[in-house]
């Protein structure tokens, strides 16, 4: 390990390898983190010492300072407030509100791929079926380690070339710290406005020295939060009654440790495990009096329970005497696992055909493993007439996916099933697995002083989809010491997650039904489905990294991405097609709804779509001597999205209708700025943060729940979310050096969403859209924070 003294309390870590070098940067009081040109960067390429300046593709470096800063209290909250290309759910609300992802450019979150250093990391169990995210499950980053993370890389590019699948948007490389000495501790306390959603987070982390040549970094993490109740009247009581729109009740914990040795011939061992707990309860909607007056005589909201268990461990060795090669041999494993309960519920039919109900009851077990095996060679050679090294690197992979899902209990599923939610079936529970072989070659070179190029393909089998090939080819071009222009080209895949393949299910509601049926089983072709294919994207983009002052930064980067046979949830059918259908499933409904009041979808390859869109940073000091300095930032994401062509169905039918169509064109700003400034004083004890944020329109086709077209399948209501804009503020004081008090808020002027039509929401429910992704629904959120330095 190379280790660099910088002036002050300011250091950064280097460790090259064959594939990687990890650059760690922690910053003191009276130091500012290090300029973001200067960044050495591991994602989007296989050089050695490669900084974020000289990046052949739009590569952004968020420290774990920074992210601390936005007083958020998890990481993919934290990077939506400082990268405006970063994408998240606005409305918490069922099952996936817990997931925390990220996605890139307003596509689905898994055309993002997360790594955590550099090596692949699994997704979440949990699916998601509807809004932008519909047919993702994907890595849930709230579960990694928050403490522990030193900074993470955000590559704006297809890499799936790079990196294999499922890299269409870009990747995002969580890197750790790796200390052996020294730590940090932090607590944060907040609530909304509101009064609810109070929260409260405490974590610390601690480096270690290993032997004479190594390192334990170690991290624990907690956090509470409680619900937030941002639902509409009820129309059925007046009343406040429903709850079911707002963040859930979630407590968390998490630990984790970094470690590596280097040994006396150069051979460094290192792993990474991390284990997180998650209990969280979700508000489904209130069923009134007159539902069950004998078991409920005042109503009652079903709670459901999801219990999560998230691992993962990686070991590897890696050196750099292999003939002249860095090497890396490494394998990893993780999974999660959800255990889903629901509380305060009843099954009506079992109750009118026995004269009892259990009132809690098991619904389903969800699981999903990868266990990753990869092999990795890097070896700069001297080329006679190149002004550079020509860099190669190769290597192969295995990886081993499982999902799996578990029965629920009988009461769970019987006769129409548990108000709310119906359990998993015995017939529709069941392992999956699939495996996946890939190979790679990556040659990379500075072709003449101010000329870079690079070439990157990539060979993947799938047992259950056969051989994909992609490949991505990139130049840069440096005019002037202070102008470069750079450009890729890339192609990528994506195929179906063993959930998009298998997962089934069925909500209950008051008054109706829905009920999702695996894309593969007979059922799903009775409605007109077809075997599921990958999606097929290409992908080119094209910028310019400008400085014309010394401490002014300025990249601008276009891009298109078109994606074919995009996976998403297929058109709700309803009637007698849709009940026949479950049956086949193996799903009972109710025999009190009406068959109109029943319906059934599945996930297919719908549409083919084009995104358009440009990325800008600007960055720039101002030194202000006795009176400190100011870093100022401000970004750009703009973009949109088109559909070039929709699929049909084996009956016709389209295979997208109005409200899926939305879900893929404009569910997701069509721009977002942000800019601001960090000001801090010469002495290091003040600090204060301030940012505008404005989020562009988005348009959704929501579901009447009233009036003719109620609960149709093909008439929606076309609402905009009007533009927005938030303030985030903060002010920091050091009484010594190393601690730092902080007070803030996000949302400073308690800003929401656009009203939706009382008519388009749930018995009233829903005062916003819960589909769309555009400012959050809690409004105001103001909070304190303590950290410090060990």
């Keep these: 390990?190379?280790?660099r003294q910088i002036r002050g309390t300011f250091w950064v870590s280097l460790t090259c390898t064959a594939l990687s070098c990890s650059g760690q940067a922690l910053a003191s009081a009276s130091q500012g983190t290090e300029p973001e040109n200067e960044n050495v960067i591991v994602t989007g390429t296989r050089e050695i010492h490669k900084k974020v300046r000289d990046s052949l593709s739009p590569v952004d470096v968020v420290s774990n300072r920074e992210m601390l800063n936005t007083g958020q209290t998890n990481a993919t909250a934290a990077l939506a407030q400082i990268l405006p290309s970063v994408t998240r759910p606005a409305v918490g609300q069922f099952d996936g509100a817990p997931t925390d992802f990220i996605s890139l450019r307003g596509l689905n979150p898994n055309q993002t791929l997360v790594l955590v250093n550099g090596k692949r990391h699994h997704n979440s169990s949990y699916l998601y079926t509807d809004g932008f995210a519909d047919g993702a499950t994907p890595t849930d980053i709230d579960l990694i380690a928050p403490e522990l993370i030193d900074h993470i890389e955000v590559l704006r590019?297809?890499?799936?070339?790079?990196?294999?699948?499922?890299?269409?948007?870009?990747?995002?490389?969580?890197?750790?710290?790796?200390?052996?000495?020294?730590?940090?501790?932090?607590?944060q306390i907040g609530q909304t406005y509101e009064g609810d959603g109070f929260v409260v987070q405490a974590g610390a982390e601690k480096g270690l020295k290993l032997g004479s040549s190594g390192f334990v970094d170690l991290s624990f993490d907690y956090r509470h939060q409680d619900h937030t109740f941002r639902s509409?009247?009820?129309?059925?009581?007046?009343?406040?009654?429903?709850?079911?729109?707002?963040?859930?009740?979630?407590?968390?914990?998490?630990?984790?440790?970094?470690?590596?040795?280097?040994?006396?011939?150069?051979?460094?061992?290192?792993?990474?495990?991390?284990?997180?707990?998650?209990?969280?309860?979700?508000?489904?909607?209130?069923?009134?009096?007159?539902?069950?007056?004998?078991?409920?005589?005042?109503?009652?909201?079903?709670?459901?329970?999801?219990?999560?268990?998230?691992?993962?461990?990686?070991?590897?060795?890696?050196?750099?005497?292999?003939?002249?090669?860095?090497?890396?041999?490494?394998?990893?494993?993780?999974?999660?696992?959800?255990?889903?309960?629901?509380?305060?519920?009843?099954?009506?039919?079992?109750?009118?055909?026995?004269?009892?109900?259990?009132?809690?009851?098991?619904?389903?077990?969800?699981?999903?493993?990868?266990?990753?095996?990869?092999?990795?060679?890097t070896k700069p050679f001297k080329i006679k007439g190149l002004a550079g090294p020509l860099t190669v690197a190769a290597g192969v992979s295995h990886r081993f996916e499982t999902y799996g899902t578990g029965v629920?209990?009988?009461?769970?599923?019987?006769?129409?099933?548990?108000?709310?939610?119906?359990?998993?079936?015995?017939?529709?529970?069941?392992?999956?697995?699939?495996?996946?072989?890939?190979?790679?070659l990556d040659l990379s070179a500075r072709l003449t002083r101010n000329w870079q190029a690079e070439l990157a393909g990539r060979y993947e089998h799938y047992t259950d989809f056969g051989n994909t090939y992609n490949g991505k080819a990139s130049t840069?071009?440096?005019?002037?010491?202070?102008?470069?222009?750079?450009?890729?080209?890339?192609?990528?895949?994506?195929?179906?997650?063993?959930?998009?393949?298998?997962?089934?299910?069925?909500?209950?509601?008051p008054e109706s039904a829905s009920g999702t049926l695996a894309a593969n089983s007979a059922a799903a072709r009775l409605l007109g489905a077809t075997p599921l294919k990958p999606e097929y994207a290409t992908n080119l983009t094209a910028g310019l990294v400008y400085s014309p002052l010394k401490r002014l930064h300025v990249t601008l980067d276009a891009y298109q991405i078109d994606i074919r046979d995009r996976i998403v949830s297929g058109p709700g059918i309803s009637g007698n097609a849709a009940l026949e259908a479950l049956r086949v499933q193996g799903i009972a409904v109710s025999s009190s709804l009406a068959p109109d009041d029943v319906s059934a979808s599945f996930f297919t390859n719908a549409a083919a779509t084009r995104t358009r869109g440009v990325d800008v940073t600007v960055t720039y000091r101002t030194e202000f001597g006795r009176f400190g300095n100011?870093?100022?930032?401000?970004?750009?994401?703009?973009?949109?999205?088109?559909?070039?062509?929709?699929?049909?169905?084996?009956?016709?039918?389209?295979?997208?209708?109005?409200?899926?169509?939305?879900?893929?064109?404009?569910?997701t700003p069509k721009n977002r700025i942000i800019f601001g400034g960090h000001w801090q004083s010469a002495s290091g004890t003040w600090d204060v943060s301030l940012h505008e944020q404005r989020f562009g329109q988005t348009a959704d086709e929501m579901t009447w729940y009233e009036g003719p077209y109620a609960y149709s399948a093909t008439d929606f209501n076309r609402i905009y979310n009007q533009p927005r804009w938030i303030t985030n503020f903060e002010v920091g004081y050091r009484p010594i050096e190393k601690?730092?008090?902080?007070?803030?808020?996000?949302?400073?002027?308690?800003?929401?969403?656009?009203?939706?039509?009382?008519?388009?929401?749930?018995?009233?429910?829903?005062?916003?859209?819960?589909?769309?992704?555009?400012?959050?629904?809690?409004g105001g959120f103001y909070y304190a924070q303590a950290s410090y330095q060990l």
């Design 1 to 3: 390990m190379k280790r």
């Design 157 to 187: 590019d297809g890499a799936a070339a790079q990196y294999g699948s499922d890299a269409i948007a870009g990747v995002v490389n969580i890197i750790l710290k790796k200390a052996d000495h020294g730590g940090s501790a932090r607590n």
């Design 232 to 377: 509409g009247t009820d129309s059925r009581t007046g009343t406040d009654t429903l709850r079911v729109v707002g963040d859930p009740s979630t407590t968390r914990y998490d630990a984790a440790l970094n470690a590596g040795y280097t040994f006396e011939n150069g051979i460094e061992a290192y792993t990474t495990e991390t284990y997180a707990h998650r209990f969280t309860d979700i508000m489904q909607v209130y069923r009134v009096p007159s539902r069950f007056p004998a078991v409920y005589p005042n109503g009652f909201t079903p709670h459901q329970t999801a219990t999560e268990n998230d691992f993962s461990a990686a070991v590897g060795l890696r050196g750099n005497n292999l003939f002249g090669w860095h090497w890396d041999l490494a394998s990893n494993y993780g999974g999660d696992f959800i255990n889903s309960n629901l509380n305060n519920t009843l099954n009506s039919g079992l109750y009118e055909a026995t004269g009892s109900s259990p009132l809690s009851v098991h619904l389903a077990d969800y699981s999903t493993t990868q266990l990753n095996n990869a092999f990795d060679l």
């Design 408 to 440: 629920g209990s009988p009461a769970s599923y019987l006769y129409g099933g548990t108000q709310a939610q119906a359990g998993l079936l015995p017939s529709n529970a069941g392992p999956h697995s699939r495996v996946v072989y890939s190979t790679y």
């Design 476 to 509: 840069r071009y440096d005019i002037t010491p202070k102008l470069a222009v750079r450009a890729t080209f890339s192609t990528g895949t994506r195929a179906p997650s063993l959930a998009n393949e298998y997962y089934s299910a069925l909500a209950v509601g």
């Design 630 to 667: 100011v870093d100022w930032d401000a970004s750009l994401n703009a973009n949109y999205t088109s559909i070039r062509h929709v699929n049909t169905l084996a009956n016709g039918m389209s295979a997208l209708n109005a409200q899926t169509a939305a879900y893929l064109a404009s569910s």
């Design 739 to 778: 601690l730092r008090l902080a007070l803030g808020a996000n949302n400073l002027f308690n800003s929401y969403p656009s009203r939706i039509p009382a008519a388009n929401g749930y018995y009233g429910s829903g005062k916003y859209d819960g589909a769309a992704s555009q400012i959050g629904i809690n």
